[in-house]
Each structure stands twice: as C-alpha cells, then as structure tokens.
C-alpha cells in the first residue's frame, strides 16, 4: 500500500475526476466515490450480504423463535441437554488441545528451521511442505490416519510385532479425544509454521547479539526477549488454531463417523434428519459454534493489531 | 555451537517423523490390497470407477466456476478499493474475514433454510439452483484467499498510473480491467484460483449438505464401504494438493513488476 502511494503521479496530472476524491479527506465513507466505482465493488457488497451474512443473521435469530414463530429462549435453555453440552465440551477440549499442541510444535519446528542452522534447503521445504499440509485436510487426511493409527494402521501393527505392544490394549484409540487432537495436529502444526515464521524472522539478529553482549544466556534471551516479543503472535496463533478445529468437521467424521460427538458432527446429523426434533434447537447450536469461533477470532485480531507494532 | 544445532536436527527430525509417517504408511496401504505382495489395485479399483472420475469432474467443474464467480467478485472490488474508494477498505476486508470467523457448516446450514423450496429465492429445488448455490459457497469459502491473492498482486503493479495511460488512450473501465489490469496480476489471480482449487476440490460438509454429487462426498461413501482404496485416494488427493500448492510456487517466479519498489 505504501510503497504505491509514493510513485502516484501527482493529481494534477490526473484526468480531471480520477483519484482527486479520494485526497481530500472526505468524512461520510461514500462521499466522493463515484457510481462506476459503486457499481464496480456492488457486486462483492451484493454477495456477501445475501450469501454470507443474511444466512448468518437469519440462523441467529431463528435461534429465539419457537416453531409457531413465537419468540423464546427456550432453545438456547435446551442447549443445557447433557448430550449437547457433552458435545461443546469435547469440542472445545479436542480444540484447545490440538492449538495448544499445534502451536508449542509449530513453534519448535519453526525456531529450529529459522534460528538452528539447518542446511540452507531446509527451511524453504518445510515451508512448502506446510502450504500443502494445512490445505491437506478433510476426508482424505482421516484415510491417512487410519492408515497410520488405525487398528490395521502401519504404526499399530509395528508397534505390535516389533514391539509387542498392543496400543489399542493400552487404551489408544484413534476415534477418541486423543486420536483426533494428534489427527487434528497434522494440519495445526504447518498453519502455525506458517503464520509464525515472519514474526521469528522479525527477531533480528542484533537483538541477539545485543543481549549475548550484555552477557544472557539463551535461556535468559528468549525469557526476556524472544519470547515477550513473540508472546502476542503466539496468543493470536492460538485463538486462530482453536477455532479453525472448532468449525473443522470433515476429517472427524470420516475418522469417527457419528460416534464421537463434537458440535459440527450433532449439528450436521441435525441438518440432515433434525436428530434434536427441534429446528430451533439446530439454529441455536449453530449460534453457540458462532458466538464461540467469533470469540476466538476477535481475540485474533485484537492481538494481531497490536502484535505488529513490534513487526515492523 | 554445536549444542544449538544439536537441538534443531532433534526437532526437525521427530517433526519430519510426525509427518512422513503418516504419508509412507499411507502408500504402504494403499498397496497392500493383495496379501503379501504389494500392487497398484486399490488405485486401479479407484481410477477405473465410473464415479470418481465424475464425481472429480464435477468438482472440477463446481471449482473453476467459483473461480470465475470470484474473480468477478473481487477484481473489480479490490481494484476499485485500491484505486478510488480506500474508504472502503476496512468494510471489504472485514467481509473477506467473514468466512474464517463462520464455519462452512454454519454457511451451508444458513443457506439451506435461507434458499429452501419455500423461500423467495428457491435455490435448492432444481439441480442448477443447487449446482448454482454449491458454487456461491465456495466462492465464500475461497473468498479470504482470493482476495488477499488479487490485493497482493494489485500492490506490485502501478494501478494508478496504468489507469491513467489507458483512460487516455481512451479505454472504457471495462476494457480497463479486462485488457490492462487483468493481464498484469495474471500470476496473482492464478495463484489464489489454484488455492481456491486446492480448498474446494475434496469438500465434505457443504456438497454432503446439499445432496451433491461432489469428490469430498465420493471419497467419504468409499472411506465407509472399502478398506484399501480410501488410501489410495488419500494419496490422489494429496497429490493434487501437492500440484495446486506447486504451481503456485512455481508462478510466483513469473510475476511482473511494474510498480517502482521504494525499499
């Protein structure tokens, strides 16, 4: 954006309407836009309010009607069910273990691609390896896992005969809590990768050399330098984490069918058979997934914000 | 130094362990349909099958219309954001967020009663409304990642001034767009359609949904029924993961410049 407004041809010279409006500070938003440059971004407008935000607004407020169209709470008292608050809960522990799982390994391998003087290779295949792990997610990467963890997985039977050691007898199982957080980890650790390497490449080198200097040791770097600079991205990657889990459903139920319960998989049953016998029910279920992902990325943003005063 | 090396080929290794092994005891599987010898049925029980190559058409086909759906959406909106109306700026980009705070599960459920046969708009009664309908959620879907793609590569041309010579030579906006600003951020808009491509191609909830006859939702009915071949699909479609992400590295070597670089 910058780096545009310094090589513009001073207005001037510019046809006597174009990009003159914009330079005089106008305050309303759509005074000085002209109704071709309406019509250009109407379209987009358009869109989004009729096929990402109607659709929204209507589900939430379907969520405080009842099926006679009367307004009620009762469909937000009904998400207070056992089955369904059972469900919010492992949701939200699947979520937040995976994040936090994702983050601290994201974290480490970036440090260690970044900062540890790895063969100069390295680093750019890691990363490309993680554009296409975080976009590796869905069905396909419950088939993966199944293959690997599954009872018939590659790892299950190694385990078993080079080892003897049964990891289904001790407890495992890959439709569980656990099985889907470490599933869940293979497309959490590359999105963390990704998104936390620009903020440790804004770690400068002098800041290390500064500290070394004055005599820390990388213990006492990264406890007073490293890590309260990185310590806002960390926050933002984790809440960013948390809710790409929370609204991820493909990969759950291919792995799980409906056998374990996270919200996504009860909503969906929902939307296919109204398996709550409540449509209202459904929306407000829908409304507490929403209320919970914005949560998680409002946090996101408000951090991010002020995260990139260090960044620059 | 040798310490601090030490510790990064520990990391590097155990995290190279966590995701290699998963794709090796993948192929692994996907081979071993035959006991004891290893061999390439499960792919050929797979890539012979009358569905999959019509369920991967028509996601194909679903993706590059969302593609084209768009770049008609975005180009003009961020073009003319960037151009005349930088107001608007903070209104596109908390839209271009919206699809990354609303799971697609929430989207596609919202849809489904907003657009069902007794609504004003009946979008979900033929199959063209729905076709029509699955191709706007995932314009949705791609829309945080076209955007940004289409914004980045505005940012290195010189808009302003390409607007300015052809205004004088007397283009029209349309022919602005199409024939100027189009070809020159021809890299970016590739790139964002082969991310685009990348998300929709293996899309679950939103085809399962809509009762759609798409890739996600074929790999799903053969992960339920088959033992072998969904990892052999796992494979396909890492592969084409793999290709969408690779041309967009391999693009990125080809993108022209035409804005003068202050740094």
Same mark, same amino acid.
């Given at each position: 954006?910058?780096?545009?407004?310094? +090589?513009?041809?001073?207005?001037?010279?510019?046809?006597?309407?174009?990009?003159?409006?914009?330079?005089?500070?106008?305050?309303?938003?759509?005074?000085?836009?002209? @109704?071709?440059?309406?019509?250009?971004?109407?379209?987009?407008? %358009?869109?989004?309010?009729?096929?990402?935000?109607?659709?929204?607004? *209507?589900?939430?407020?379907?969520?405080?009607?009842?099926?006679?169209?009367?307004?009620?709470?009762?469909?937000?008292?009904?998400?207070?069910?056992?089955?369904?608050?059972?469900?919010?809960?492992?949701?939200?522990?699947?979520? %937040?273990?995976?994040?936090?799982?994702?983050?601290?390994?994201?974290?480490?391998?970036?440090?260690?691609?970044?900062?540890?003087?790895?063969?100069?290779?390295?680093?750019?295949? %890691?990363?490309?390896?993680?554009? %296409?792990?975080?976009?590796?997610?869905?069905?396909?990467?419950?088939?993966?896992?199944?293959?690997?963890?599954?009872?018939?997985?590659?790892? +299950?039977?190694?385990?078993?005969?080079?080892?003897?050691?049964?990891?289904?007898?001790?407890?495992?199982?890959?439709?569980?809590? @656990?099985?889907?957080?470490?599933?869940?980890?293979?497309?959490?650790?590359?999105?963390?990768?990704?998104?936390?390497?620009?903020?440790?490449?804004?770690?400068?080198?002098? @800041?290390?050399?500064?500290?070394?200097?004055?005599?820390?040791?990388? *213990?006492?770097?990264?406890?007073?330098?490293?890590?309260?600079?990185? @310590?806002?991205?960390?926050?933002?990657?984790?809440?960013?984490?948390?809710?790409?889990?929370?609204?991820?459903?493909?990969?759950?139920?291919?792995?799980?069918?409906?056998?374990?319960?996270?919200?996504?998989?009860?909503?969906?049953?929902?939307?296919?058979?109204?398996?709550?016998?409540?449509?209202?029910?459904?929306?407000?279920?829908?409304?507490?997934?929403?209320?919970?992902?914005?949560?998680?990325?409002?946090?996101?943003?408000?951090?991010?914000?002020?995260?990139?005063?260090?960044?620059? | 130094?040798?310490?601090?090396?030490?510790?990064?080929?520990?990391?590097?290794?155990?995290?190279?362990?966590?995701?290699?092994?998963?794709?090796?005891?993948?192929?692994?599987?996907?081979?071993?349909?035959?006991?004891?010898?290893?061999?390439?049925?499960?792919?050929?029980?797979?890539?012979?099958?009358?569905? &999959?190559?019509?369920?991967?058409?028509?996601?194909?086909?679903?993706?590059? /219309?969302?593609?084209?759906?768009?770049?008609? $959406?975005?180009?003009?909106?961020?073009?003319?954001?960037?151009?005349? /109306?930088?107001?608007?700026?903070?209104?596109?980009?908390?839209?271009?967020?919206?699809?990354?705070?609303?799971?697609?599960?929430?989207?596609?459920?919202?849809?489904?009663?907003?657009?069902?046969?007794?609504?004003?708009?009946?979008?979900?009664?033929?199959?063209?409304?729905?076709?029509?309908?699955?191709? $706007?959620?995932?314009? !949705? $879907?791609?829309?945080?990642?076209?955007?940004? =793609?289409?914004?980045?590569?505005?940012?290195?041309?010189?808009?302003?001034?390409?607007?300015? !010579?052809?205004?004088?030579?007397?283009?029209?906006?349309?022919?602005?767009? !199409?024939?100027?600003? &189009?070809?020159?951020?021809?890299?970016?808009?590739?790139?964002?359609? &082969?991310?685009?491509? /990348?998300?929709?191609?293996?899309?679950?909830?939103?085809?399962?949904?809509?009762?759609?006859?798409?890739?996600?939702?074929?790999?799903?009915?053969?992960? =339920?029924?088959?033992?072998?071949?969904?990892?052999?699909?796992?494979?396909?479609?890492?592969?084409?993961?793999?290709?969408?992400?690779?041309?967009?590295?391999?693009? /990125?070597?080809? !993108?022209?410049? #035409?804005?003068?670089? #202050?740094?």
């Amino acid at each position: 954006m910058s780096s545009n407004t310094d +090589t513009v041809v001073p207005n001037s010279a510019a046809p006597a309407s174009a990009g003159a409006a914009s330079s005089r500070g106008l305050s309303t938003p759509l005074a000085g836009v002209r @109704w071709a440059d309406i019509l250009g971004v109407a379209p987009f407008l %358009v869109f989004a309010v009729l096929f990402l935000i109607i659709p929204t607004l *209507y589900l939430v407020v379907s969520a405080f009607f009842d099926r006679n169209g009367g307004f009620t709470l009762q469909n937000l008292l009904d998400l207070g069910t056992p089955q369904i608050l059972n469900s919010f809960w492992i949701s939200i522990r699947v979520s %937040v273990a995976s994040a936090v799982f994702g983050c601290l390994a994201g974290l480490l391998i970036a440090l260690a691609i970044i900062r540890g003087r790895l063969p100069a290779g390295i680093r750019s295949t %890691v990363m490309t390896f993680s554009g %296409v792990a975080s976009n590796f997610a869905g069905i396909p990467l419950a088939f993966a896992f199944i293959a690997t963890l599954g009872r018939l997985g590659l790892m +299950t039977v190694l385990f078993r005969t080079l080892l003897g050691f049964d990891i289904y007898r001790a407890g495992f199982n890959l439709l569980s809590f @656990w099985g889907l957080t470490i599933t869940y980890c293979y497309f959490q650790i590359p999105l963390m990768i990704l998104i936390i390497a620009p903020a440790i490449d804004g770690l400068r080198r002098e @800041w290390t050399e500064a500290a070394a200097t004055l005599g820390a040791t990388p *213990y006492q770097f990264w406890r007073f330098v490293g890590l309260p600079i990185l @310590w806002p991205n960390l926050l933002g990657t984790l809440s960013l984490l948390f809710a790409n889990a929370f609204g991820a459903i493909a990969t759950a139920y291919a792995l799980t069918g409906s056998s374990l319960n996270i919200v996504p998989i009860l909503l969906y049953a929902q939307i296919r058979g109204d398996v709550l016998n409540n449509p209202g029910l459904g929306a407000a279920l829908a409304l507490g997934m929403i209320v919970i992902t914005a949560l998680a990325n409002v946090v996101y943003l408000v951090i991010r914000t002020r995260a990139e005063r260090w960044l620059k | 130094m040798k310490r601090n090396r030490a510790w990064a080929w520990i990391i590097f290794i155990l995290g190279a362990a966590y995701f290699l092994l998963p794709l090796f005891a993948t192929i692994q599987f996907s081979l071993s349909i035959r006991r004891g010898t290893l061999s390439f049925d499960a792919y050929a029980n797979v890539l012979e099958s009358p569905e &999959f190559q019509q369920t991967l058409v028509y996601s194909l086909l679903i993706g590059v /219309a969302a593609i084209v759906v768009g770049l008609l $959406l975005v180009v003009p909106a961020a073009y003319f954001v960037r151009l005349r /109306a930088p107001q608007l700026r903070p209104v596109i980009e908390f839209v271009t967020l919206l699809p990354l705070i609303i799971p697609p599960i929430i989207l596609v459920f919202g849809y489904i009663r907003m657009y069902n046969s007794s609504s004003i708009l009946p979008l979900t009664n033929s199959g063209l409304g729905t076709n029509v309908l699955l191709t $706007l959620a995932y314009v !949705a $879907l791609a829309l945080p990642y076209m955007y940004r =793609a289409v914004d980045t590569g505005l940012r290195t041309i010189d808009v302003q001034t390409l607007t300015e !010579a052809a205004n004088i030579l007397g283009a029209n906006t349309v022919t602005i767009l !199409a024939r100027v600003i &189009f070809p020159n951020i021809i890299v970016a808009v590739l790139s964002g359609a &082969f991310l685009t491509l /990348a998300i929709v191609i293996g899309e679950f909830t939103v085809a399962s949904l809509l009762n759609r006859p798409a890739f996600g939702v074929y790999m799903q009915n053969v992960g =339920a029924n088959r033992a072998f071949e969904p990892a052999a699909l796992a494979v396909i479609s890492f592969i084409i993961t793999w290709a969408a992400m690779g041309m967009i590295q391999l693009l /990125a070597r080809f !993108a022209p410049r #035409t804005a003068v670089l #202050t740094d």
